[in-house]
């Protein structure tokens, strides 16, 4: 469980975050608070569906669904558990 | 008549969060032409004060330049006021497609395109040429104008991280299958007056056979050796697809924008581009000023020449002052305080002292990035500048701030 959230954590420090950023946690908002605007929710969720190979439906992939990594953790994990 | 209290609580309530956030926006009432010095009312009902205007758009301080007034003023007499039609109904005169062509010859591209603004502009042009089957990858910085344009376009879109190039290498990596890859970029940031790397960007553009696209508004006119814009500064003139700019900022300062690049691109956008299809275009007015603008441009680099010293001198007084700003060859000079309350506090200082600066800071820029943003005219001359610099240096040392390193001004302030 703890690797799944650190690698998400992960991808989204890499991804979005620019070097003099502040360190962000499991519950940061990313997108509320302009971490990630919805424009590049697309990275994310091509990361999260090649790395856990499942299939997030574009309804599901809300901007509060991906608000915070342990929200994110919670999405993926109801496709994985399928 | 439906206009229930409830839903007038609800737009009250909206406004007093926007004031409660400190975010309140106000205009400023100019009594004045926009020109370096200009006759200011504020707050409303002030008494009118003269202050040196240090951020307006006014690049080659043509806004107000006497040869552009009176071409305005002929315009108006020998074309009238107004056409009461779009373009292709019987709104089209022939200084429109004139402007088209001057403009297509200036920034060395195949056709153009007039708007009624860049906004427009950009509003109309990703949906007209994209769909689907498309990818838009654009700057995490790009303008307001750029991001409501790509939402009202059913192509995919993704970001690279602010002028990153190995990043957005990975973006055209990851979207290699996509019929039409369109990399998106403003030349010059209007925040930060950085540079995009148009050179390394158009190189990463043929390597992965990507389109790309830049908003030039605020490099029309004065960057680059001729002042043709930021593709100029970086030598690839010709190898930009689609160059996007506005007549609302140095090139005369009123209004009106247009698409300009490769033909086929500008067709399909007379064809189906919405902001011009059901909109009237620029009036006869604006665009015989905006054809002055361009013989004033085409037969002297003098205006951008001056502009490009004013800036020089500026950045160097603030940096020898020991002000942080904002690394970049451009007239926009931000001068980085970080926090938000000290940004409104100095601009307020500022206009006490005949220096009219704004402040920015969050949501326009990032948390604890706020700042002064200063942006140069070749209207101001030394004198302007030297008592703009003698203000901001009294502000300066009344907070304390000169000399300090970001992190000593965020410890004393905090972010």
Same mark, same amino acid.
């Given at each position: ?28 908002? &990313? ?24 299939? #997030? ?12 990594? =342990?929200?994110?953790?919670? &999405?993926? =994990? ?5 | 008549? +439906? ?28 009594? +004045? ?24 758009? =006014? ?122 890859? &369109? ?16 050179? *390394? ?86 665009? +015989? ?9 085409? +037969?002297?680099? *003098? ?16 940096? *020898? ?6 690394? /970049? ?9 970080? =926090? ?13 002292? /005949? ?12 948390? /604890?990035?706020?700042? #002064? ?28 701030? &000169? ?13």
């Amino acid at each position: 469980m703890e690797d799944i959230k650190d690698l998400i954590l992960n991808y989204v420090i890499n991804e979005y975050l620019d070097d003099d950023d502040e360190k962000i946690t499991y519950d940061t908002p &990313l997108i509320s608070s302009g971490y990630v605007d919805s424009f590049s929710m697309v990275s994310l969720l091509v990361f999260l569906e090649n790395k856990f190979k499942i299939k #997030i439906p574009p309804s599901k992939a809300t901007p509060e669904a991906f608000d915070t990594v =342990n929200n994110i953790v919670a &999405l993926v =994990n109801q496709y994985i558990n399928k | 008549m +439906s206009y229930s209290d409830k839903i007038k609580n609800l737009y009250q309530n909206q406004l007093a969060e926007i004031r409660n956030a400190g975010i309140f926006k106000e205009e400023r009432f100019i009594h +004045s032409s926009q020109a370096a010095d200009i006759e200011v009312e504020f707050p409303s009902g002030a008494s009118i004060k003269n202050v040196i205007n240090m951020c307006s758009n =006014n690049y080659l301080g043509l806004s107000s330049h006497p040869d552009v007034l009176k071409a305005a003023h002929e315009g108006l007499e020998k074309r009238g006021y107004g056409m009461s039609s779009v373009r292709f109904i019987c709104g089209t005169q022939d200084i429109h497609r004139e402007l088209e062509n001057r403009v297509t010859e200036f920034l060395g591209t195949e056709d153009t395109i007039l708007f009624p603004s860049c906004m427009d502009a950009n509003a109309g042009v990703f949906e007209a040429l994209l769909t689907s089957e498309d990818i838009m990858i654009s700057d995490r910085l790009v303008h307001a104008s750029i991001i409501d344009g790509m939402r009202l376009c059913s192509a995919q879109h993704d970001t690279f991280k602010h002028s990153n190039m190995e990043h957005l290498e990975e973006k055209l990596q990851l979207h290699a299958d996509k019929r039409i890859k &369109l990399v998106i970029t403003d030349g010059v940031f209007s925040m930060d007056g950085d540079l995009a790397k148009l050179d *390394e960007m158009v190189r990463l553009c043929e390597k992965y056979d990507a389109m790309i696209l830049v908003d030039d508004s605020h490099s029309s006119g004065f960057l680059g050796r001729t002042g043709r814009g930021t593709h100029e500064h970086f030598n690839v003139i010709g190898k930009i697809d689609i160059i996007t700019t506005t007549f609302g900022k140095a090139l005369g300062g009123a209004s009106g924008g247009c698409v300009s690049g490769r033909k086929e691109i500008v067709q399909i956008c007379r064809q189906k581009a919405r902001p011009y299809l059901f909109s009237n275009t620029i009036s006869p007015v604006i665009i +015989s000023g905006v054809l002055k603008v361009f013989d004033i441009l085409s +037969s002297s680099t *003098e205006r951008r020449d001056k502009l490009e010293r004013n800036a020089n001198w500026w950045r160097k007084g603030l940096t *020898e002052a020991g002000f942080i700003l904002k690394e /970049g060859d451009s007239p926009i000079v931000p001068v980085m305080l970080f =926090n938000a309350k000290l940004s409104q506090d100095f601009s307020k200082d500022l206009y006490n002292e /005949g220096i009219y600066a704004i402040g920015f800071f969050f949501p326009v820029v990032p948390n /604890g990035q706020a700042r #002064i943003r200063t942006q140069i005219s070749a209207g101001h001359e030394i004198h302007h500048l030297e008592k703009a610099l003698s203000a901001f240096i009294k502000v300066g040392k009344k907070y304390e701030i &000169l000399g300090l390193t970001k992190e000593k001004i965020i410890e004393k302030y905090g972010l």
